[in-house]
């Protein structure tokens, strides 16, 4: 069997969503079910994996969450999507110096790839740290939820408007074994949904993250019940965008969409402004829209990076800098990836916005 006939497992079409999850997760078949792809020798490079320096930040900003929510002596953290552990791994060394935080924090990982989940097993080896599939699993206490690039490796939908009809995007095996996409009349339920949003009105292409906001709706029942709140990070837009921002990555490189199914990895832009008129609607407090490049700034990424300098040879300090402008250029990832806080009797803001 080729690997698009076990995606599509007899079935003639599939939604856009449904394509992508299949060729990302699918047992055994599905891209993050088999490899490793992050790093220099994978397909794409992260934050954490760029400088520890990031990590660090999340880090502290947490201790700071957890002070402003009064030094709880239970408390919850979160790591939505690990990928390779390496966030997990500075973030844990870090708390430790913290003794009074230390002792309050749990730490849970939610991971969907098997495949990931032992690699993060590997890399991690603490009692303070537990996998979950089930966020009711939490400890006592008030929860912060973070997320690296968590929300733009979760399939979207894909809609178009004529004649103010909607049509949702369905790929299907074409001629001679080829995939195409067409076009089919989107349930009533859908529609009604997508007219919710005062951002995707008069729009006539649309991306929807129906189950990226599932998967929200469950941590937001989580922070209702036990307070606290969601920092999201993520490679995405405010401007609403008029054409597809599916993008598939292999070897560090974009190429065709239809191009090495379940050997490159799929994401999509995050709409920020969607996702933040969600998050109004579920009555937290949301942050301002804020760029990588200002969160860390003002988390204090520089003089920790000073700090760290002093002690470094020219060649060591200067891999820091090299690494550090990856992070905060605006044309790199600076600006390009931006920030998000929600939260329930916690920080209305991200403490400096
Ligand atoms: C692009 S990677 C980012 C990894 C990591 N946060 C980083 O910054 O390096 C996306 C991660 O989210 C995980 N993931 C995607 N969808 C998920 C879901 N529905 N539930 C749990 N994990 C998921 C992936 O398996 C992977 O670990």
């Known amino acids: 069997m080729t690997i698009i006939e076990n995606i599509f497992s007899r079935k003639k ?3 856009i969503e449904e394509f992508v999850n299949r060729t990302l997760y699918k047992k055994k078949i599905g891209y993050y079910q088999n490899k490793n792809p992050f790093g220099k020798d994978g ?3 992260t934050s954490p994996s760029i400088s520890p320096l990031f990590s660090e930040m999340i880090g502290i900003w947490i201790i700071n969450f957890w002070e402003s929510l009064n030094k709880p002596t239970n408390f919850n953290f979160v790591e939505l999507g690990p990928g390779n552990g390496q966030m997990c791994r500075v973030i844990n060394d870090l708390f430790q110096k913290f003794p009074e935080f230390y002792k309050s924090i749990n730490i849970f990982l939610y ?3 098997t495949t990931l989940k032992k690699i ?3 890399k991690i080896n603490s009692s303070k740290i537990k996998w979950i599939s089930n966020f009711n699993n939490l400890k006592k206490g008030p929860v912060i939820f973070f997320g690296n690039e968590f929300f733009d490796a979760i399939p979207i939908k894909q809609y178009v408007k004529k004649n103010n009809i909607f049509y949702e995007k369905f790929v299907e095996i074409q001629k001679k074994n080829t995939l195409g996409t067409i076009l089919k009349k989107a349930s009533k339920k859908d529609t009604e949904e997508i007219l919710k949003f005062k951002v995707l009105k008069n729009l006539n292409f649309i991306e929807y993250p129906k189950m ?3 998967i929200l ?3 937001i029942k989580v922070i209702e ?3 606290g709140g969601i920092l999201l990070i993520d490679y995405g837009y405010i401007k609403q965008q008029k054409k597809s921002t599916l993008q598939s990555i292999k070897n560090h490189k974009k190429q065709n969409f239809f191009e090495n199914i379940g050997q490159s990895d799929i994401t999509s832009l995050v709409n920020f402004k969607l ?4 998050l109004h609607k579920k009555d937290l407090d949301v942050s301002n829209i804020v760029t990588q490049s200002f969160f860390l700034k003002r988390v204090g990424i520089l003089n920790r990076a000073e700090i760290l300098s002093n002690k470094m040879s020219f060649r060591q300090k200067a891999d820091l800098y090299i690494r550090l402008k990856r992070l905060l250029h605006p044309k790199i990832m600076g600006n390009l990836f931006k920030v998000i806080l929600a939260s329930k009797n916690g920080k209305k803001k991200l403490g400096f916005n």
């Open 43 to 45: 397909d794409f490079i």
């Open 225 to 227: 019940r036990k307070k």
């Open 120 to 122: 993060q097993k590997r």
């Open 13 to 15: 079409k599939l939604s």
């Open 217 to 219: 709706n469950k941590i």
């Open 111 to 113: 991971e969907k790839s």
């Open 212 to 214: 990226g906001f599932q």
């Open 275 to 278: 996702l933040k008129e969600y």
